[in-house]
């Protein structure tokens, strides 16, 4: 007899919804975690609280309302760290209350501690008491997330040089910044202390950044950071950082010196497997950190899955979660669909990017004929209400049979009104659904409306021209 049928090592999203899929399936499930990290890195440190920042900075700095109100515009003229940190600590134990009442109505059973693997059907839980406890299992997930990836290289002090968890808690707004990697959490936060008025300076060892992204959308929003005095270093490698008294110094390998107060890494991340024993279990992880699943989410141990983060790639809160929900479904004998390839990105710069499907670049390339439709939110009288007049929303139709192949969008209200489009697609519906539809008025969400008469209209000269 185990003592529970499921353990969970690790709380963040998809440990969350693991847990409590085998909760509601009648399970003895467990989770083992930290006390202060109940809701993982995603509640912690990473998601949820660069998002509250990103809030937190959009309002008090005014910046969406300066089309309306002038360039002058703030809502409070010296934003120091603590109007940032007090939304942040307010959402973050919102949301940790949410959790841990979640996993008590379901009767999750929290164990606090770091677990490791003592064998495939046990692992040892330690408190912090000096004394570790062993707890058996039937069925086990590995939940463990990632942290950010730290070059040997790298003098880290948390002060001057941070990674992308470090950064929430600079005692001080910089004057300047340099941001290396232009990946997603890197243009993340490089948008948002642009938006509070750091000198921000990206490195970027790659020609452009966001490569996965539609090079329109990629160019609006260079287009708009440029407008905030954010300066891009595409081709360039950082050599060395040098800590001064008052500042640090960024040199380059091409030669180039740059001055700044904080130098933040964005270098990727690494899976938090290394004190997990996974070899005890029979397991193992890559260089990266990684464990290697199957379809079902099931490692090379038959009764150990693993989803989340931890096994890479697309490795988003939306993804991990249902990645969870999957393998405790699997793990239970529980019929389940697998999960839809159909995925929506959303990218949290300010601007926001959110898209679902292929981009231009990517039809191109496998001779995919398509049509594209365009809708600007400065045509709209939502965004014009809104104060947007830099968003657009696009559309790429199959002008065959009016599919729609991908839906791209920039602006206010991007990673929310791309689920339209997600429906749509996940239908089979086509431009004719979004022609034919009524929205309500004044929306953003018109854009479909206005994106569709677009590449209809494009498509139909093309047909008359054929005739």
């Not at 490698?237 to 107060?261: P, T």
């Amino acid at each position: 007899m185990y003592d529970y049928d499921l353990l969970v090592l690790g709380s963040g999203p998809s440990g969350q919804k693991a847990a409590i899929a085998a909760a509601k399936l009648g399970r003895r499930v467990a989770i083992v975690d930290r006390r202060d990290m109940l809701g993982g890195v995603c509640i912690n440190t990473g998601t949820v609280p660069s998002k509250t920042l990103r809030e937190a900075v959009l309002y008090l700095t005014g910046l969406s309302q300066r089309d309306l109100y002038g360039s002058s515009y703030r809502v409070k003229e010296d934003i120091t760290v603590a109007d940032l940190a007090a939304r942040t600590q307010h959402v973050i134990s919102r949301q940790t209350d949410v959790i841990r009442n979640q996993l008590a109505r379901n009767k999750v059973s929290l164990i606090t501690g770091t677990g490791r693997f003592a064998d495939a059907h046990s692992v040892w839980v330690d408190a912090g008491s000096g004394r570790e406890t062993r707890v058996s299992f039937d069925k086990a997930v590995v939940a463990a997330g990632t942290r950010p990836a730290r070059p040997d290289s790298v003098d880290f002090d948390d002060r001057t040089i941070v990674d992308s968890d470090g950064v929430i808690n600079l005692q001080a707004v910089p004057r300047s910044m340099v941001v290396v990697g232009a990946g997603v959490i890197g243009m993340e936060y490089a948008s948002l202390f642009a938006a509070l008025g750091t000198k921000v300076t990206v490195v970027e060892r790659r020609p452009r950044m966001l490569d996965f992204c539609d090079e329109e959308i990629v160019e609006s929003l260079k287009y708009h950071l440029r407008d905030l005095s954010v300066t891009f270093r595409f081709g360039e490698e950082v050599a060395a950082v040098e800590k001064h008294r008052s500042a640090a110094l960024c040199v380059l390998r091409s030669g180039k010196k740059i001055v700044a107060d904080t130098v933040m890494y964005s270098a990727g991340r690494q899976g938090q497997t290394d004190d997990l024993a996974l070899e005890a279990a029979g397991l193992t992880a890559d260089h990266r950190g990684r464990i290697t699943v199957d379809a079902d989410y099931r490692t090379a141990v038959d009764n150990i899955y693993a989803v989340g983060d931890v096994i890479g790639f697309p490795a988003l809160a939306s993804t991990s979660m249902e990645q969870g929900r999957l393998a405790a479904q699997h793990a239970c004998g529980e019929p389940a669909r697998s999960m839809s390839d159909l995925q929506p990105i959303g990218i949290y710069t300010i601007p926001e990017i959110s898209f679902v499907g292929k981009t231009e670049e990517d039809l191109t390339e496998a001779s995919v004929p398509f049509e594209v439709g365009i809708a600007r939110y400065r045509e709209l009288a939502r965004g014009q209400i809104v104060g947007d007049s830099y968003g657009m929303l696009k559309l790429l139709v199959s002008p065959g049979d009016g599919r729609l192949l991908g839906v791209h969008v920039f602006g206010t209200g991007a990673t929310e009104i791309v689920h339209i489009g997600q429906a749509v697609m996940g239908c089979g519906g086509t431009v004719d659904y979004l022609l034919d539809a009524v929205f309500n008025y004044p929306t953003l969400a018109e854009a479909y409306k206005v994106a569709a008469l677009d590449a209809a209209n494009k498509i139909r000269n093309i047909t008359r021209i054929n005739d």
